[in-house]
C-alpha cells in the first residue's frame, strides 16, 4: 500500500497534536533545511523557522533532533523554547546551556584523534577530492557529497576507520552520502525520543526526518503508540536518495523541504 501524503492528513496530524501534552520532533538536514554540498552552506527554512516560532508556545515540547552538534543545532534554527538535542541525542542544548552525556565525554580525545588522522590520511590532494572531514566533538562525520567517485570514497573511509586503533570499539554509521564515527554509548535518535516523550510526559507526537538515522525515531515512536504511551506519526521527507527504510517506516510522507513548509505553516495557522 502506498504510503500517504502528510498534506493530505492535517485533520489526523492537528488530532494528534491536540493531545495535551503534545510535541513536535524535527530532523534539520533535508527536513527543515535543503541539503547542501557542505554542512556549513546549509539554512534552515525561514518559512520552518516561522512555523516552529509559533508552535513553540502552543505545545509541550518542540525538539530539534539532529547528527548535527547541539550548538551547531541551535545556532541553526536560533529560536528560545526549542530543546536541542545533537549528536543524535548525545548532548542537549536547552535553557542556554550545553549538556553532554558523561559516559561519552570520555570517548573525545579518540574522535579528535580519529577525525585528525583521516583527516591527513584522506585528504591528500588528488586521492579523493571532495571528501570533508566534521568533526563535532563527540562524533565524527566524514562527507563524501562532493566527491567525483562516491564509491570510492566511500570504501576508503571505511576501510580507513576499520583500520584506526584509536577507532577501535567505536560505533560506524552511514547516512545520505556520509559515514558516522560515535563513540560506543548506546544512543540514537530512537533512544533519545523515547526519552523526549517520557521526560515531558507527551501524549501525542509528530516526528519529522529523512535520512536513514530518523528510522530509530520513527521505530521508538511506533513503539511508544503500541505500548500506549502516546499517539503521534512519523512523516519522512523524500529527496534524493531517500532511504528505502524512511519509505518503509513513515507512516506519511512529505516531497521535500517544500512540502515541509506547506505542513508545518498549516499547523501553526490552525491557532
Given at each position: 500500500?502506498?504510503?500517504?501524503?502528510?498534506?493530505?492528513?492535517?485533520?489526523?496530524?492537528?488530532?494528534?497534536l491536540a493531545r495535551s501534552p503534545s510535541g513536535l520532533i524535527t530532523d534539520v538536514d533535508g527536513t527543515i533545511?535543503?541539503?547542501?554540498?557542505?554542512?556549513?552552506?546549509?539554512?534552515?527554512?525561514?518559512?520552518?523557522?516561522?512555523?516552529?516560532?509559533?508552535?513553540?508556545?502552543?505545545?509541550?515540547?518542540?525538539?530539534?533532533?539532529?547528527?548535527?552538534?547541539?550548538?551547531?543545532?541551535?545556532?541553526?534554527?536560533?529560536?528560545?523554547?526549542?530543546?536541542?538535542?545533537?549528536?543524535?541525542?548525545?548532548?542537549?542544548?536547552?535553557?542556554?546551556?550545553?549538556?553532554?552525556?558523561?559516559?561519552?565525554?570520555?570517548?573525545?580525545?579518540?574522535?579528535?584523534?580519529?577525525?585528525?588522522?583521516?583527516?591527513?590520511?584522506?585528504?591528500?590532494?588528488?586521492?579523493?577530492?571532495?571528501?570533508?572531514?566534521?568533526?563535532?566533538?563527540?562524533?565524527?562525520?566524514?562527507?563524501?557529497?562532493?566527491?567525483?567517485?562516491?564509491?570510492?570514497?566511500?570504501?576508503?573511509?571505511?576501510?580507513?576507520?576499520?583500520?584506526?586503533?584509536?577507532?577501535?570499539?567505536?560505533?560506524?554509521?552511514?547516512?545520505?552520502?556520509?559515514?558516522?564515527?560515535?563513540?560506543?554509548?548506546?544512543?540514537?535518535k530512537g533512544t533519545s525520543l523515547r526519552e523526549l516523550v517520557e521526560e515531558h510526559g507527551l501524549r501525542g507526537?509528530?516526528?519529522?526526518?529523512?535520512?536513514?538515522?530518523?528510522?530509530?525515531?520513527?521505530?521508538?515512536?511506533?513503539?511508544?503508540?503500541?505500548?500506549?504511551?502516546?499517539?503521534?506519526?512519523?512523516?519522512?521527507?523524500?529527496?534524493?536518495?531517500?532511504?528505502?527504510?524512511?519509505?518503509?517506516?513513515?507512516?506519511?510522507?512529505?516531497?521535500?523541504?517544500?512540502?515541509?513548509?506547506?505542513?508545518?505553516?498549516?499547523?501553526?495557522?490552525?491557532?
Amino acid at each position: 500500500m502506498e504510503t500517504p501524503n502528510a498534506l493530505g492528513h492535517l485533520d489526523r496530524i492537528r488530532e494528534a497534536l491536540a493531545r495535551s501534552p503534545s510535541g513536535l520532533i524535527t530532523d534539520v538536514d533535508g527536513t527543515i533545511a535543503p541539503i547542501t554540498g557542505t554542512p556549513d552552506e546549509t539554512v534552515v527554512s525561514p518559512h520552518c523557522r516561522a512555523s516552529l516560532s509559533m508552535l513553540v508556545p502552543r505545545l509541550a515540547l518542540v525538539a530539534v533532533l539532529t547528527g548535527r552538534a547541539a550548538s551547531t543545532a541551535r545556532d541553526m534554527v536560533d529560536l528560545d523554547g526549542v530543546v536541542y538535542r545533537g549528536n543524535h541525542g548525545l548532548e542537549t542544548w536547552r535553557n542556554g546551556r550545553l549538556e553532554v552525556r558523561e559516559e561519552a565525554r570520555q570517548h573525545v580525545g579518540a574522535i579528535h584523534a580519529v577525525a585528525d588522522r583521516l583527516r591527513l590520511a584522506l585528504e591528500v590532494p588528488g586521492l579523493l577530492p571532495g571528501l570533508l572531514v566534521e568533526d563535532k566533538g563527540v562524533s565524527a562525520s566524514f562527507h563524501y557529497r562532493l566527491s567525483t567517485d562516491p564509491e570510492r570514497a566511500r570504501a576508503a573511509i571505511l576501510e580507513a576507520l576499520a583500520s584506526s586503533h584509536e577507532g577501535a570499539g567505536m560505533v560506524v554509521t552511514e547516512g545520505k552520502l556520509v559515514v558516522e564515527l560515535r563513540p560506543p554509548v548506546r544512543v540514537d535518535k530512537g533512544t533519545s525520543l523515547r526519552e523526549l516523550v517520557e521526560e515531558h510526559g507527551l501524549r501525542g507526537v509528530v516526528c519529522l526526518g529523512d535520512d536513514t538515522t530518523d528510522v530509530d525515531a520513527f521505530v521508538a515512536l511506533h513503539a511508544l503508540i503500541a505500548e500506549g504511551t502516546c499517539d503521534g506519526f512519523a512523516i519522512g521527507v523524500q529527496g534524493d536518495s531517500t532511504p528505502d527504510a524512511v519509505l518503509r517506516e513513515a507512516d506519511m510522507l512529505l516531497r521535500g523541504v517544500g512540502e515541509v513548509e506547506v505542513l508545518l505553516e498549516r499547523l501553526a495557522m490552525a491557532g
